[in-house]
């Protein structure tokens, strides 16, 4: 009878590990929503290591919730105080964006961001990689990092969507 104690822990201990998602699509909806407008969710995939979402960007905005530059230096210190930033320069990609960050010796916002975008790839589908991947290297797309959700976003001005990418290295 003494295996009869056990059961309720292990019980939940499987709850627990079987409804592990990184993020919950309601949640992150309103997470994002307070930095972008949003319209539609496109796709959207969570387990316990990773999380992909692309949603309609139903504006090509950024709220001011969100600090918004046009500088790496600057997105770095906006970062630093802030946990959260964004960064948009004409005739730039966040990739060359990100790299500019790297290459710093304050490159947390870099790499941040380089480690949500490697770390997703088992929640991205075929298609949203090739879209996520187009949108990293779109000239004057938004790049945001944001330490409350832990993830990226990237801002897809042609195509007007809103890629959201999280890895955890569990």
């Given amino acids: 009878m003494s295996f009869l104690r056990h059961i309720p822990a292990a019980a939940a201990t499987m709850a627990l590990l079987t409804g592990c998602?990184?993020?919950?699509?309601?949640?992150?909806?309103?997470?994002?929503?307070?930095?972008?407008?949003?319209?539609?969710?496109?796709?959207?995939?969570?387990?316990?290591?990773?999380?992909?979402?692309?949603?309609?960007?139903?504006?090509?905005?950024?709220?001011?919730?969100?600090?918004?530059?046009?500088?790496?230096?600057?997105?770095?210190?906006?970062?630093?105080?802030?946990?959260?930033?964004?960064?948009?320069?004409?005739?730039?990609?966040?990739?060359?964006?990100t790299n500019e960050m790297l290459a710093t010796e304050d490159g947390m916002f870099g790499r941040q961001a380089l480690a949500a975008a490697a770390l997703v790839g088992k929640c991205l589908s075929e298609a949203d990689s090739k879209d996520f991947h187009r949108a990293l290297t779109r000239p004057g797309a938004t790049i945001a990092y944001d330490t409350g959700v832990q993830g990226v976003m990237i801002l897809d001005p042609v195509e007007r969507k809103l890629f959201f990418a999280a890895g955890d290295p569990l």
Avoid: I
């Fill in 21 to 97: 998602n990184l993020h919950g699509e309601a949640d992150l909806r309103t997470s994002l929503g307070q930095y972008f407008t949003l319209g539609d969710t496109l796709s959207f995939d969570s387990k316990m290591t990773c999380t992909a979402a692309v949603f309609r960007a139903a504006l090509n905005d950024v709220k001011p919730e969100m600090p918004l530059t046009t500088s790496s230096v600057e997105a770095q210190e906006l970062f630093r105080n802030a946990g959260k930033a964004a960064l948009r320069a004409d005739g730039h990609t966040p990739h060359d964006l």
